[in-house]
């Protein structure tokens, strides 16, 4: 995809980037510099909240209701199986399971959906799918296991994933 310089892209960022934000770890100017982006026009920020945000400092949780209160990050509907409808938020995009089984089995091919770590698991697809049915550009993480999958997201679901380095790489090359 390649983009005009002064195209605005909307990016869903995934709550881990906040969280690596809150504690400085590597990546967190790249959220400065794309945060300062937004305010200049060249982004639009959204994320999706999940039961799973889980921020025992407060740190995280405190950046997010900042750039929420300055106008430069709102929240999307989240997405969820008839099985998880709960009233209130910002709404919810309900989803068929074998929807949701199908985007599982193409970035965890042999995880299984009992297993401890099934159920964050299913809320990052729950949290890819709600980006693509709120019509996002860039769907940004650092979680490896869906970075790895990049390639075949865009090519079977229509969806861009990245990590914030090679998002701003590829602005500056107007490839994205």
Known sequence: MTTEP???LSL????NIFYDKAEGREGS???DYIVDQAR???FQLFYT???EFEDRSGMATRILIRLRREGVLNEDP???SPREYMPGGSGIH???????????RTIWPEASQISSSAASKENDVLGLLAHKLNGRDVYLTRDKEILTKAKVLKEKFQTVVTCPKDLLSARARHTL
Do not use: P, R, Y
Not at 12 to 15: A, E, K, N, V
């Open 6 to 8: 002064s195209k605005s």
């Open 12 to 15: 869903t960022i995934d709550l």
């Open 29 to 31: 100017t790249d959220f």
């Open 40 to 42: 200049a026009g060249q």
């Open 49 to 51: 909240a999940t039961t």
């Open 78 to 80: 989240n997405a969820g």
């Open 94 to 104: 309900l989803i068929e399971e074998s929807t949701l089984q199908e985007m599982f």
